[in-house]
Nanobody, 113 residues
């Protein structure tokens, strides 16, 4: 499989929204479940959720209850998305996507108060 490339990170004010993208190659998202993770400074990697090739999404209980994280994908574009609403300072982290054992390098999201 080819590389995964995340984009869309940056500096955002608390309360704002952001949509991150994960671009793949070939039919990676049509065949494999993809996942989003994040890694904040000084913390272990945290699973945010995943999406199957059929579009079924799963989120950890802790994040599902917030309703702030939405994963989607456009198979025609080989791209998956992570939308984060009502951003909080604690959302500051490097966000990474993965599929078929391949990991992107991540995109940094910094949320200012």
């Amino acid at each position: 499989q080819g590389p995964l490339v995340e984009s869309g990170g940056g500096l955002v004010q608390a309360g704002g929204s952001l949509r991150l993208s994960c671009a793949g190659s070939g039919n990676i998202f049509k065949v494999h479940t993809m996942g989003w993770y994040r890694r904040a400074a000084g913390k272990s990697r945290e699973w945010i959720g995943n999406i199957s090739p059929t579009g079924e999404t799963h989120y950890p209980d802790a994040l599902r209850g917030t309703g702030r994280f939405t994963i989607s994908q456009d198979n025609a574009l080989n791209t998956a998305y992570l939308e984060i609403d009502n951003l909080k300072v604690d959302d500051t982290a490097v966000y990474l996507c993965t599929a078929a054992g391949v990991w992107g390098k991540g995109t940094l999201v910094t949320v200012s108060s």
